[in-house]
């Protein structure tokens, strides 16, 4: 899954951003509310990490374009600002969730995959397809009940077609929503994190769609 962060605060900007690519996410950082509004309306993003006191343009702002632009990434509001009013505005400008500062990572990186997990219509923090299962929570992989290890790119794969269980997904969007903006998309890693998926967990848990990319769906559909 991919993020951005848009904070201003160098320190917990890249603190930030340290954490949640420690859980296993691929994650860009803006410093100010320009930078952060381009990103989000030129890149896919699976959710955004947003401060509201930002320089050139503030949060609110950020926020009430992208949802007038039509971007309905789910949006995690994090501001020094804890009144309720402060909350109210941050909900009614489109965001889909609050935390002040200071917060416990542990509790941002929850609310972050529960907001992933509605935004594909995932209401459990188990992914599930057949015999494979995938915790979100403690990021284990099982096949019939046994553990399975993948490398942290090969989890991540599998854990955006579980999020995306049933829809074919093409290997551009696999790329952008699993890798950040700085790799190189004329990689053939896709391909390559494809088939040790399938020598790990069977053959058939990953359909290729000819021409069109791969799909994971319940064995027998």
Request: proline share 3%.
């Amino acid at each position: 899954m991919r993020l951005l962060i848009v904070e201003d605060e160098p320190s917990l900007g890249q603190q930030l951003r340290n954490t949640l690519e420690g859980a296993g996410y691929a994650v860009d950082l803006a410093t100010d509310g320009e930078d952060g509004h381009f990103l989000g309306s030129t890149e896919n993003y699976d959710a955004v990490v947003l401060d509201l006191g930002l320089p050139t343009i503030d949060g609110l702002t950020v926020l009430d374009r992208w949802r007038k632009e039509g971007r309905s990434f789910p949006v995690l509001v994090l501001t020094a600002r804890d009144s309720w009013s402060d909350k109210v505005a941050g909900l009614d400008a489109g965001a889909d969730d609050y935390l002040a500062k200071p917060f416990q990572s542990e509790e941002l990186i929850a609310r972050l995959r529960a907001l992933i997990r509605r935004a594909s219509g995932n209401a459990s923090s188990e992914l599930i397809a057949g015999d494979v299962r995938l915790d979100t929570r403690s990021g284990k992989v099982t096949l019939k009940g046994d553990p399975v290890k993948l490398t942290a790119q090969e989890y991540k794969l599998l854990s955006y077609l579980l999020h995306h269980k049933g829809k074919v997904v093409s290997r551009t969007e696999l790329i952008e929503h699993i890798y950040d903006q700085d790799f190189d998309r004329d990689s053939n890693t896709i391909e390559v994190f494809v088939t040790r998926i399938r020598k790990k967990l069977g053959a058939d848990v990953i359909t290729t769609i000819r021409g069109l990319g791969y799909s994971l769906d319940e064995p027998g559909r």
